[in-house]
Structures are given as C-alpha cells and as structure tokens.
C-alpha cells in the first residue's frame, strides 16, 4: 500500500461549476476524514466516515458540499456551484480507529476557483 | 471546545542550532491526544508523534524531541542540531479520545533553517 491518494492534485474551475475530488485511503483504514485548509492556516475538519457511514458533518461544511463513501472504500467530495471562497487544498486522511499511530494524509487537492 | 495555541507563527535559525516549536493547548476532556505534523512545501502533512494525555513522559527520537507539560497544558517540540531539511510548516494538533477523534489544528509555525 503506498499511502493515501487524492485525485486530482490541482483544478481550477470556473465559478459556478460543480467540482468532484477522490481520496482512496489506505486498505485496512476504517476511518476517513476530510479537511480543508486554507493559505496560513492549519487544516480543519470537514467530515469523516467510519467505513461507509458518515458519522459527522462540520459546520464548515455547507450545503453545497457532499462526501460520500460507497462501500467503506474510497470517498469523493462534491463541491457545486463553487464560489472564489471554496479555494483552499482540500486534504483526505485514513486511520485505524483505536489504532496506536496518527492519521495518514493524503497530500491534498488543490481547488482554484476563478 | 478545543483550541490549540502555536504563538510563533515564524522562525529562522541557522544550521545546527536547537530551535523549540511551542504549542499550547485547551481542552474539557480528561482524555485526549496530542499530536504534531509537519508540512513541507510539497503540501503533504507528515506524522511526527501522538501523544496520549496519561503519558506525560518525554519522547526522543533522534534529533527530535517533546516535552508535554499537563500542568501547562504545553507539548512543545525541540529539533537539535537543526537542519535546511528541517524546513517546513509545523502543526500541533489536538483530538478528543474516542467519538470522532477528529484533530483540531494550531495555525503552525513556519521554520525556516539557513545554511
């Protein structure tokens, strides 16, 4: 297993249009956790899911965003109708619930909107 | 709610010298983790330690070392002999034990080391 992958590293899209980013954790995580951080900023918690239940929702995350995790295995984050303040890196972590070790990152998605 | 304190939003040192990274932290739960990342210019966060709020012992690995104070409530992160590959963001984060466990991030501290 080589880790934890996001896809894509960047996009740039245009205001208004929806955009989809992937994580695929590492294989024998249960947890997944997305973050967004923005420029100076430590990341903060957007949402997580304990194999293919998403157990909580931040603030943060507002209507227009949608995470899903089919099956326990990979998750996508859906943003619509962007807006120039969705721009940030949009971070995805694994980890073993109860496991002895931190989260795994992922080495992010960066959204730009234009 | 949990907060997390890093006061030093950037420092510069010149290799080989020791540089300490501070981070203070709040929190209501008896039971807690402590941890810190580092986040180098390619973006990607790094694991360092996690701590556990019962183990107040120091950890050293390498030239890495931290000293948790519960009395304080301060887990603070000493780099000796510090090194240009040391350059990077540094996050201490804190996560409740239990429920989500989700992390909740300082804003970091950029070290710069110079050659």
């Known amino acids: 297993d080589t880790g934890v992958s996001q896809d894509p590293r960047h996009k740039i899209t245009k205001r208004g249009q929806n955009v989809t980013f992937r994580c695929d954790p590492i294989s024998e995580h249960n947890r997944l956790y997305w973050y967004r951080q923005t420029l100076g900023q430590g990341p903060e918690f957007l949402t997580y899911?304990?194999?293919?239940?998403?157990?909580?929702k931040s603030r943060l995350l507002s209507d227009r965003f949608s995470a899903e995790r089919p099956k326990g295995s990979f998750s996508t984050l859906e943003i619509q109708r962007t807006e120039q303040g969705d721009s940030a890196m949009y971070l995805c972590a694994s980890s073993f619930f109860r496991g002895q070790e931190g989260y795994t990152f992922g080495s992010g998605t960066r959204l730009t909107v234009v | 709610a949990q907060k997390v304190t890093q006061a030093q939003t950037e420092i510069s040192v010149v290799e080989k010298e020791d540089v300490t990274l501070d981070c203070v932290y709040e929190?209501?739960?008896?039971?807690?983790?402590l941890f810190w990342y580092k986040q180098p210019p390619s973006g990607e966060l790094v694991f360092l330690i996690r701590?556990?709020?019962?183990?107040?012992q120091n950890e050293i690995s390498g030239r890495y070392s931290w000293n948790f104070q519960k009395s304080t409530s301060s887990f603070n992160f000493t780099i000796t002999a510090s090194q240009v590959v040391d350059s990077a963001v540094y996050f201490c984060a804190l996560s409740e034990a239990g429920g989500s466990e989700k992390l909740v991030f300082g804003k970091g501290t950029k070290l710069t080391v110079n050659p």
């Open positions: 701590r556990n709020s019962f183990d107040e």
């Open positions: 899911f304990q194999n293919e239940a998403q157990l909580e």
């Open positions: 929190t209501r739960d008896t039971t807690y983790y």
